[in-house]
């Protein structure tokens, strides 16, 4: 039986009728083929999704190390602002008995100058532990000569330090890298 269709739609037309008549004669389902074709696009959906998991739990892990990375680089910075403050404290000392600050507030406003001097803009909070609580290095007097983190994690550098913090590499934790101003030593010839 030949049949003549003026355009597409009438042979679309055509074709979804028999599909109806087939399924209505034989209780198949009309697109068999359509339906199983489902289990596959979910489980490829739930691949998909499995992927972005493990690169987001990537990326996440990468950035911590990048956070941990330039919090360390923070404290190094802090750090080497106190010592700086601390030796130009002590090195600005009137007189010829050098001292050490007592108190934070010292190195922000030196008094024992008619124009106070400041020494450091700011207290810095520590970078790892997120307190402005610093352990404090002191010297006999009870001047202050260093600080340190009162952080007992342990570092991702261990090496490679500059030359001030060089006494850092292979230290165990924050609280073991000490910035500390230790006076240069006059040698007599």
Wanted: with cysteine.
């Amino acid at each position: 039986m030949a049949h003549r269709f003026n355009s597409f739609k009438g042979l679309a037309v055509y074709v979804i009728q028999r599909q109806i008549m087939a399924a209505i004669q034989w209780n198949a389902p009309i697109h068999k083929c359509h339906r199983e074709s489902h289990g596959f696009a979910y489980l490829g959906i739930l691949f998909i999704i499995a992927i972005m998991g493990v690169l987001a739990a990537g990326a996440s892990a990468m950035w911590s190390i990048d956070q941990k990375r330039q919090k360390e680089k923070e404290l190094q910075f802090i750090g080497n602002q106190y010592r700086q403050a601390i030796a130009s404290y002590y090195e600005h000392s009137p007189g010829a008995v050098k001292q050490y600050p007592q108190t934070w507030e010292d190195l922000l406003g030196d008094n024992r100058f008619i124009v106070p001097m400041r020494h450091l803009r700011k207290i810095y909070r520590d970078p790892i532990t997120l307190a402005k609580d610093w352990g404090l290095v002191r010297v006999p007097d009870g001047g202050i000569a260093g600080v340190y983190s009162a952080s007992i994690e342990e570092p991702m550098k261990k090496g490679n330090f500059d030359e001030a913090n060089a006494e850092f590499t292979g230290k165990a934790a924050y609280r073991d890298w000490r910035f500390v101003y230790t006076p240069p030593t006059i040698t007599k010839k």
